[in-house]
């Protein structure tokens, strides 16, 4: 009798234990594997023995709240109300559960763009709402043909990802119009734009709906701390949206987790004003070169990465295996651990490709590809 009866464990789980099992490197689930930033380390330290560890407010620590509004304004050079528009998360997921149980109600309709994370399906069918799930184009770039056809009156959402998990690809101005174009066409759609990489981009700027006024009033963003400060374990990220909506999302929030970990919001509180996001996209354009160097003596062949910490490669010219089949192979027989492609797709897919994590400290990289060489 179950809710979710095709839902199974996730692929980052599955794949992440397989690593441990046949202590292989692992560059499948999306994680960093070097240390967090001494000042972190020393601010947590010290908060330990604080008077801290009690419940937050509900919808975050204001100064936190405030502080975030600041970073929309610097980011993206948009004023957030900070009490009225900011929702303090338990990580982006329970921020996308939360929006997609507070906003979709039975039988309406959510547009998710193929391939997607994981995340996006399970509230929506928990919400007796249709998933419509679009392929985009070979290249990934969205399919603004196909995305039109598929949305009515009853598309409550469309899920958007920018910088993109797994691809790496990055929306254009061109696409954010034609978003622009399909929010006019249907008063009552709202855009849920995953914006958890937003900072981890390369040769191109991000483009945020934060930049874009026609959309302001009809887009929540969902952001991640873990991705932008190393710190993918503490769970933590932030929800904005007009106040509105950013109501309805408030009370689910408030009776799924009520607040999230005091000693995160205290300690990011004080870290958020020492670290300059714009850094961390040279940061990983560093490790993206440095692995897709590494790589060139390997058979397999690197797709364009314009953003995020993933690398897709494909190996088509290698097997002919599906790729599941291929990544426990890559496990058992070469002991690197990666992600098939295909998961991220309503119907599968036979791309042959696979995806790494870059966010690995160099002798990972090095000793990964070193085993990857063998194919
Ligand atoms: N969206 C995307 C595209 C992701 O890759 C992830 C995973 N890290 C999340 C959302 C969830 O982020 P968090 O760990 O902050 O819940
Ligand atoms: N976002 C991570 C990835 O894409 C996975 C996080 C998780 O395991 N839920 O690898």
Redo the contacts with the bound molecule.
């Keep these: 009798m179950s809710k979710l009866p095709h839902i199974g464990t996730s692929i980052f789980t599955v794949m992440s234990q397989m690593a441990t099992e046949h202590q292989a490197i692992n560059l499948s689930q999306?994680f960093p594997n070097f240390p967090i930033d001494d000042r972190l380390t020393s601010i947590l330290a010290k908060l330990a023995r604080e008077n801290i560890h009690q419940y937050t407010p509900m919808s975050g620590l204001p100064s936190l709240l405030d502080k975030i509004a600041v970073l929309t304004q610097k980011s993206y050079g948009r004023n957030v109300s900070a009490k009225e528009e900011i929702l303090i998360t338990?990580?982006?997921?329970?921020g996308?559960f939360a929006t997609i149980q507070a906003l979709v109600k039975v039988n309406e309709e959510v547009i998710i763009l193929d391939p997607s994370?994981d995340?996006y399906e399970a509230p929506i069918l928990l919400s007796n709402a249709k998933p419509i799930r679009v392929s985009l184009n070979n290249d990934f770039t969205p399919n603004w043909e196909v995305i039109f056809a598929a949305a009515n009156e009853k598309t409550k959402l469309i899920i958007i990802?920018n910088p993109?998990?797994p691809t790496g690809k990055m929306w254009t101005e061109n696409d954010f119009i034609q978003l622009e174009k399909l929010v006019d066409a249907y008063p009552n759609l709202l855009v849920l734009s995953?914006e958890?990489?937003e900072y981890i981009s390369f040769e191109q700027t991000h483009i945020s709906v934060h930049h874009r006024p026609k959309l302001w009033q009809r887009s929540i963003s969902?952001s991640?701390?873990?991705?932008s400060f190393h710190i993918?374990g503490w769970?933590?990220?932030y929800v904005i949206a007009p106040e509105n909506i950013m109501r309805e999302i408030k009370k689910v929030h408030q009776f799924l987790v009520f607040s999230v970990s005091s000693i995160a919001q205290h300690a990011l509180n004080e870290y958020i004003d020492l670290v300059e996001v714009k850094a961390l996209g040279q940061f990983y354009q560093q490790k993206r070169d440095f692995f897709s160097r590494l790589m060139k003596d390997t058979k397999l062949e690197l797709l364009p990465c314009e953003g995020t910490y993933f690398q897709v490669a494909s190996y088509a010219n290698i097997s002919a295996e599906n790729d599941l089949d291929f990544t426990k192979r890559l496990v058992t027989e070469y002991g690197v651990a990666t992600i098939p492609i295909s998961i991220f797709y309503a119907n599968g897919n036979d791309n042959k490709c696979i995806r790494f994590c870059f966010a690995k400290d160099d002798e990972t990289l090095t000793r990964a590809a070193e085993r990857l060489r063998r194919l």
């Design positions: 999306g338990a990580g982006a997921t329970e996308i994370y995340c990802n993109h998990n995953d958890v990489y969902v991640s701390f873990g991705k993918t769970k933590i990220g």
